[in-house]
């Protein structure tokens, strides 16, 4: 059984940096394309940044120049740095992974975490 626990939300002023942790269990972590997506209240969760088990990764327009994916497979984690945050970035935000990669939509991925809240005030 995949599991998947984000860390590192919280609040932030815009302009400011958070990173996200996704820790994985119960999966040869090596494997997996690791997500990012984000949903807003009343909005469809959407697509922030994907990297592949080679280490290809994706980014949605809205954050590329400001975030940036990475993962450690001795560590089972996939990371999200976030920087230049904006008001509009505030969601609550999911990992997932997959295995194999499938592409960017989020309905295309299997296993999830909880999600991490991430306000950033104007």
């Known amino acids: 059984q995949v599991q998947l626990v984000e860390s590192g939300g919280g609040l932030v002023q815009a302009g400011g940096s958070l990173r996200l942790s996704c820790a994985a269990s119960?999966?040869?972590?090596?494997?997996?394309?690791v997500g990012w997506f984000r949903q807003a209240p009343g909005k469809e969760r959407e697509f922030v940044s994907i990297i592949r088990s080679g280490g290809s990764t994706y980014y949605a327009d809205s954050v590329k120049g400001r975030f940036t994916i990475s993962r450690d497979n001795a560590k089972n984690t996939g990371y999200l740095q976030m920087n230049s945050l904006k008001p509009e970035d505030t969601a609550v935000y999911y990992c997932a992974a997959n295995n194999p990669y499938r592409g960017n939509y989020y309905s295309l991925y299997d296993y999830w975490g909880q999600g991490t809240q991430v306000t950033v005030s104007s």
């Open positions: 119960g999966c040869t972590f090596s494997s997996y394309a």
